[in-house]
């Protein structure tokens, strides 16, 4: 595969993978113990930060990024979103996916260079070669 094939697959599973899911705001009280995995939280300096475990104690939102434990002030965050599923995207893609497939297998099994599948061998050696579209039993 050509290096560029392969930034194009890169960047339509990218593409498709991020396609499942949407971000949706969520107050601070909506964050109980236990409520949200995790929290994506734009500070007031523009900077974000994934917070997993989150929870609302008073006026601080605390949990763990990357694995320590962090508090920050209610009024030091401009933002909280949490990642939900997108089902109609999904459903979307998957029909998308589906109907390129079968385009893809009708313009294949309709190319006069494809053949009929048949198998043909060649008088001379013997080989087994595809045989010719439309040719019956005489290889190309």
């Not at 969520?26 to 500070?43: M, Y």
């Not at 990357?66 to 997108?86: C, I, N, R, Y």
Request: charged share 15%; aromatic share 4%; hydrophobic share 40%.
């Amino acid at each position: 595969m050509k290096p560029r094939a392969h930034l194009w697959l890169l960047a339509v599973t990218a593409i498709l993978l991020n396609a499942c899911h949407t971000m949706r705001p969520v107050q601070p009280s909506a964050l109980t113990a236990g409520a949200v995995g995790a929290v994506w939280v734009t500070k007031t300096d523009h900077s974000t930060v994934i917070l997993q475990a989150p929870r609302v104690t008073g006026d601080t939102l605390e949990g763990f990024v990357d694995g320590s434990f962090h508090e920050m002030l209610l009024s030091q965050t401009t933002k909280l979103a949490v990642q939900q599923p997108a089902r109609g995207r999904t459903v979307a893609i998957g029909v998308a996916v589906g109907v390129s497939a079968l385009a893809t297998f009708i313009y294949m099994a309709n190319r006069s260079d494809v053949g009929d599948g048949q198998t043909c061998y060649t008088p001379k050696d013997g080989d087994v070669v595809p045989c010719c579209a439309g040719k019956g039993t005489i290889s190309c």
